[in-house]
């Protein structure tokens, strides 16, 4: 199994460019989301999905679409870049097992915009 | 929504000593409570985690404890080693969010030789 997998590692954007960021799972796990992680500021949840077809809103949702239409791929939308989506994005996926929730985390993309 | 606060934000400890990290949560619903480590450059990994209905949870040399009253837990790291240097975060989820975690701003741990 490759896990979770994320494409690109890096990109750089120019403000107002549009973007999309790959997530893939080959674990056949039910949950998905997306996390930025800022220096000092954590991993904070942007969004994420409980299955095919059915998204929601994390903490910091504004500037981003995501869609899910197979369990499969979690793909994340940037509408138009702006510095302050600078950041290491991380795609993980999780499934249920006795009431506990493991996350596995893709490698992560680092986005720079300028 | 939950609010997760961790502290200490950087630790040094020697090597063989012990390390704890403390976080404390803010909804008293939230039940699943997972600890990850972050090597540099690298993807947060799963080391430890616990459910609410459980006090503490021990993996070798690596503890977790839940005080559910004053909604805090707890990472203990004994013996520590070198290769215990990293970043870690706690995490808290509410029920029927399986996939929503909240994470604490996290803990830079060095150990010294």
């Known amino acids: 199994n490759a896990g979770v997998t994320q494409t690109p590692k890096f990109q750089v954007l120019k403000t107002g460019q549009s973007m999309t960021l790959q997530c893939a799972q080959d674990?056949?796990?039910?949950?998905m989301s997306w996390y930025r992680q800022d220096p000092g500021m954590g991993l904070r949840l942007i969004h994420y999905?409980?299955?095919?077809?059915?998204?929601d809103q994390g903490e910091v949702p504004n500037g981003y679409n995501v869609s899910r239409s197979t369990t499969e791929d979690f793909p994340l939308r940037l509408l138009s870049a702006a510095p302050s989506q600078t950041s290491v994005y991380f795609c993980?996926?999780?499934?249920?097992?006795?009431?506990?929730?493991?996350?596995?985390f893709g490698p992560g993309t680092r986005l720079t915009v300028t | 929504g939950e609010n997760v606060e961790q502290h200490p934000s950087t630790l040094s400890v020697q090597e063989g000593d012990s390390a704890v990290i403390k976080c404390t949560y803010s909804?008293?619903?939230?039940?699943?409570f997972p600890w990850y480590k972050q090597e540099l450059g690298k993807r947060p990994q799963l080391i430890i985690d616990?459910?609410?209905?459980?006090g503490e949870k021990k993996d070798q040399r690596i503890a977790v404890t839940l005080n559910k009253t004053a909604k805090h837990f707890s990472l203990h790291i004994t013996e520590t080693q070198p290769e215990d240097s990293a970043v870690y975060f706690c995490?808290?989820?509410?029920?029927?969010?399986?996939?929503?975690?909240?994470f604490g701003t996290g803990t830079r741990l060095q150990v010294t030789l």
């Open positions: 674990m056949n796990h039910e949950y």
């Open positions: 616990i459910r609410s209905n459980v």
């Open positions: 995490a808290a989820s509410t029920p029927g969010t399986a996939s929503k975690l909240t």
């Open positions: 999905s409980v299955g095919a077809g059915i998204t």
């Open positions: 993980a996926s999780s499934y249920q097992y006795r009431g506990t929730y493991e996350q596995y």
């Open positions: 909804d008293s619903a939230s039940n699943y």
